[in-house]
């Protein structure tokens, strides 16, 4: 129970005020299109050299908390995904926002990122050294098989055609491999200079989310402004908490894996919050609503994204391994400071360790609440009149891929993605998949690789893939997620979700 | 010793003012970028941002200096943008890693070589080390080796990726020592390979000085050996390559500074080159990287323009055979 | 379904299906081998189904995806045009807030049903833009120190 022993040190007038600059800071800067909690974080680190430890790790791990949950904000009332994390956010969320109900899909949105973000601090309270074993416990082999399972949830995710999802997804696998390959160093598909680094994620996501919702608004036109108008629905709190907690599936099965992928290193939260809502939807009566906005969509991705938050630093506390890149970034806070990650980093610093977690687990609730005073007043976005709205999103667009890594090609990336999307969109396909198999790429490539050449200079291919329960499970896995989608296809249920819900 | 480095830096400044006075007596009138190429949290990342946060002071560059992250391809992607993209106007800064972007310069497929960049001035240097995990059977590189011989390409060993320091140390250790080593490349860079070590997916791994004796103090790896002409202070105990008797020298270890592209100005390449150094000397500056484990040791432009002609040296006779 | 989706779909898919057969052909083709190992596995899944898909299209079997309708094709041409020009060219050449400003103004002023006589409508437009314009410098100039291109009138 040492967390409550040093609960105390949270509320000095001054950690206290640090506390709530980190997380509006966060929840501001989560919401800007194109920051990712990783560069929001690194962007915090300055402020922390004139800071004591104790303070600096207080901030950091506030802003670390409430950026995950910020990104939720621009996501469902722009659609545009701060973060990979937030994807799955944007397939419900947004959809909830164009019906007017978006105050309900921010107030669902927060409690569920709380409720998730609380029980994976909590489980990185409790359970820290139990876990570090199992974040350890995924080599080459098992994150190859993990890549696999996501590529197999790619088919049947937020698309009314199998073959469609699994063509998107294979554009998506495509275009992770332009660049230089990260193992050999070789230039692949290199056909033009933009491209010569690579497609970074955020921009591309930026592109393949707003833009063709830019582009749709264009295709309106000229209208009267009576034809569009969006009355928006107020909603109240006390709603909202028994409309989550009424949702028990959607929020068990979303905390549940992201605290399970938050703990993996390397694979992170970038996949979290699509995994849950894919699983959701499979096991969900109603699997028909997601899509067209539905409470559990939102639930599931958001209550997963922030689980995985305190797992994430497992390895790193107990390690020093940084599990994921903010959790690097949270290392260089440390080590300015002189303080070293590891086993005996909670019998020497306590003092600066259990602030820092007790930190996470506050901020989770100022930022739910927050979130909740804004709900009902930034859903109001959604009456922004049509032609004032394309311009801002095609401004933020801009700004925010710009912003990255100040790199006009990542611009103009991210134009051409977003382009090529609105009309592939147009034709069935849909941008969820594609993003999942950009991020799905290079794992599932790297860990092959890796993996390949551990295996050939030991116990051979066949034997390093298929040996140990860890790769079986997954193995097994795979195999029923890929039999399920079949099943659903060859039931034929899947081709009127989404059609019917836009056309 | 606070009062000697405001002096020196006084007299710097009244040195190079006959240089400013040829149209750039203001610079630099703005915030300046420094592009690291690598990504937010890693080692280079890290240092650059301690070792620039001094650099609003009046006795340094008097304007901030913001960290822009291009990361990609062990580095490629950066350097590339910085050799046919930066602006060489003095406001765009890169870092450098050696033997990084030399090595990759001399693999060919990248637009930079030694004369794409201009150096101003080095701040760390990073020894790579031998580490095995804590409980494994090997406790010299003797150990490591015997198991080599006994299986020609089976002793597993993880490193950062292909032509940076930690595969140049590889190189040379299959030099040395005469046998075929498994070198896996991990692309999660230094992080990532140190987890292999841990986690037991491979045997062994060469690791950042700075990365392995945290990873010591946290008690999960033995450190062997350390690829460098000397013992580090950080690690008196750990003899070096050559103390046990394998003829390697400091070919692969991570030379970290400061770089301007080819073609900047020359009045600015000296003014930085004069004040750089003694923005790095700031004691807050030396305390922060003591404290988080990482090596220093400045050298001046002329000191790492020699450096860079040794490594292209070394590195295309090194390189040459594969 | 009509003719002019179904010629749609098949012009996107047989597009698409290009696009996979010839990312197949550099796969297989280019060297070194040991870095498109990945690719080959890829894109031969990518081309198998981009063709399904194509030949489907082509059978007029295609079941999802509405196509365009003429009117949204005339509709969105003018906003596509500007979008398309701000910014593959005008965020370099003119600058990102000089670029951003205009195409901001141009695009209210193309899309924004409220008539185009009254003067209030401009006063309105100028101030949504400038005050946008203020929150994009203060968010990403001031507090974010992000550098952008150089502005034409500066």
């Known amino acids: 129970m040492d967390f409550l022993f040093y609960m105390g040190d949270v509320f000095t007038p001054i950690n206290f005020g640090l506390l709530l600059l980190g997380t509006i800071g966060g929840l501001i800067l989560g919401a800007t299109p194109g920051l990712s909690p990783t560069m929001t974080v690194a962007l915090m680190i300055p402020f922390t050299f004139k800071l004591e430890p104790q303070q600096g790790l207080i901030l950091l791990g506030a802003a670390y908390t409430s950026t995950v949950a910020g990104g939720a904000v621009s996501a469902i009332l722009l659609k545009i995904p701060g973060a990979p994390a937030n994807i799955a956010t944007t397939l419900d969320g947004h959809t909830m926002a164009q019906k007017g109900q978006g105050a309900k899909a921010l107030q669902l949105s927060f409690i569920a990122s709380a409720i998730g973000g609380l029980f994976g601090v909590f489980l990185l309270i409790f359970l820290t050294p139990v876990l570090a074993k199992w974040a350890l416990a995924f080599g080459p082999s098992e994150l190859f098989w993990l890549a696999i399972l996501g590529v197999t949830v790619i088919g049947t995710l937020d698309s009314s055609s199998v073959v469609k999802g699994l063509l998107s997804g294979c554009i998506g696998l495509w275009l992770a491999t332009i660049g230089f390959d990260d193992i050999m160093g070789a230039q692949r598909f290199i056909f033009h200079s933009s491209v010569s680094g690579g497609i970074n994620v955020i921009p591309a996501l930026i592109g393949l989310f707003a833009i063709p919702q830019v582009i749709t608004m264009f295709a309106k036109g000229r209208k009267g402004t009576d034809a569009e108008i969006i009355s928006v629905k107020r909603h109240p709190i006390g709603a909202a908490f028994r409309e989550v907690f009424a949702r028990k599936r959607a929020l068990s099965i979303g905390t549940a894996i992201g605290s399970i992928i938050g703990l993996i290193p390397g694979v992170g939260g970038q996949i979290a919050g699509l995994v849950a809502y894919d699983q959701s939807k499979k096991i969900s009566p109603e699997s028909a609503k997601f899509g067209t906005g539905h409470p559990e969509g939102v639930i599931a991705a958001e209550s997963a994204n922030n689980a995985m938050v305190g797992p994430s630093l497992v390895p790193l506390l107990t390690l020093s391994i940084p599990g994921s890149p903010t959790a690097a970034v949270l290392l260089g806070g440390l080590l300015i400071h002189g303080i070293f990650p590891g086993p005996t980093l909670f019998t020497q610093y306590p003092q600066v360790v259990w602030p820092f977690i007790n930190s996470m687990l506050i901020g989770q609730i ?31 667009a801009v700004f925010g891929s710009y912003s990255v890594q100040h790199s006009m090609g990542d611009v103009y990336v991210m134009m051409a993605l977003g382009l090529a999307m609105f009309f592939l969109e147009r034709f069935g396909f849909s941008a969820a998949p594609l993003v999942l198999g950009l991020i799905l790429g290079p794992i599932a490539e790297a860990n092959f690789m890796q993996g390949a050449m551990i295996a050939n200079a030991t116990v051979g291919q066949m034997a390093y893939f298929f040996t140990g329960w860890l790769n079986w499970l997954l193995i097994v896995i795979v195999v029923v997620s890929i039999g399920y989608s079949i099943w659903m296809e060859l039931r034929q249920r899947r081709y009127t979700t989404k059609e019917d819900a836009t056309a | 010793m606070k009062k000697w480095i405001a002096g020196a830096a006084l007299a710097l400044t009244a040195m190079t003012g006959s240089a400013m006075a040829e149209g750039h007596g203001d610079y630099p009138e703005r915030p300046i970028m420094l592009m690291v190429s690598y990504g937010a949290g890693g080692a280079t990342d890290f240092q650059a941002r301690i070792v620039t946060m001094t650099a609003g002071n009046d006795d340094a560059l008097q304007m901030p200096v913001a960290i822009l992250n291009k990361a990609g391809a062990g580095g490629r992607v950066g350097w590339n943008w910085f050799a046919t993209q930066a602006e060489a106007d003095g406001y765009t800064l890169g870092a450098y890693n050696v033997p990084h972007f030399i090595a990759q310069s001399i693999e060919g497929g990248v637009d930079y070589s030694v004369d794409s960049f201009e150096p101003i001035a080095n701040w760390g240097a990073d020894p790579a080390v031998f580490v095995v995990a804590a409980d494994s059977e090997f406790n010299s590189m003797a150990d490591v080796i015997a198991y080599a011989t006994e299986n020609p390409g089976g002793l597993t060993f993880s490193g950062a990726g292909l032509f940076v320091g930690h595969h140049i140390a590889a190189l040379q250790l299959e030099k040395a020592a005469g046998v075929k080593l498994a070198y896996i490349p991990n692309n999660a860079g230094g992080a990532g390979a140190m987890r292999a070590v841990i986690a037991g997916e491979v045997l062994g791994g060469v690791n950042n000085l700075s990365d392995a004796f945290r990873a010591r103090e946290a008690g999960t790896v033995k450190i062997l050996g350390v690829f460098d002409l000397e013992r580090n202070a950080f690690l008196e105990d750990v003899p070096t390559m050559m103390e046990q008797g394998y003829d390697i020298d400091n070919a692969s270890v991570n030379f970290r500074g400061v770089m301007v592209p080819a073609g900047t100005d020359p009045a600015i390449i000296d003014h930085l080159a004069a004040v750089v150094p003694t923005m790095f000397e700031n004691s807050r500056v030396a305390s922060r990287m003591a404290a988080g484990g990482s090596p220093m040791q400045i050298m001046t432009r002329d000191e790492v323009i020699e450096m860079w002609a040794q490594r292209q040296e070394t590195l295309e006779e090194l390189l040459a055979g594969l | 379904m009509t003719d002019l989706p179904r010629t749609q779909h098949i012009v996107a898919s047989g597009l698409i299906a290009g696009v996979g057969l010839s990312v197949a052909y550099v796969s297989f083709t280019q060297e070194p081998a040991g870095a ?50 701000y910014i593959f060219w005008a965020a370099k050449a003119l600058g990102f807030y000089t670029a951003t400003t205009l195409t901001f103004f141009i695009l209210l002023t193309l899309y924004d049903p409220a008539p185009h006589g009254d003067a209030r409508t401009w006063i309105k437009r100028v101030l949504i833009t400038a005050g946008f314009m203020a929150v994009m410098y203060g968010l990403f100039a001031l507090l974010l120190n992000v550098f952008t291109p150089k502005e034409i009138f500066s």
């Open chain 3, 36 to 85: 498109f190992v990945f690719p080959r596995l890829i894109s031969s899944v990518f081309a198998v189904l981009a063709i399904w898909t194509f030949i489907k299209a082509l059978l007029g079997r295609t079941k999802v995806g509405a196509g365009i309708s003429g009117t949204e094709m005339r509709n969105m041409a003018p906003g596509l045009a500007i979008a398309i020009i």
């Open chain 1, 366 to 396: 100022l930022m739910c609440v927050f979130g909740l005073l804004i709900a009902g007043w930034a859903a109001n976005v959604a009456r922004v009149p049509p032609a004032v709205m394309a311009a801002v999103v095609l401004g933020l």
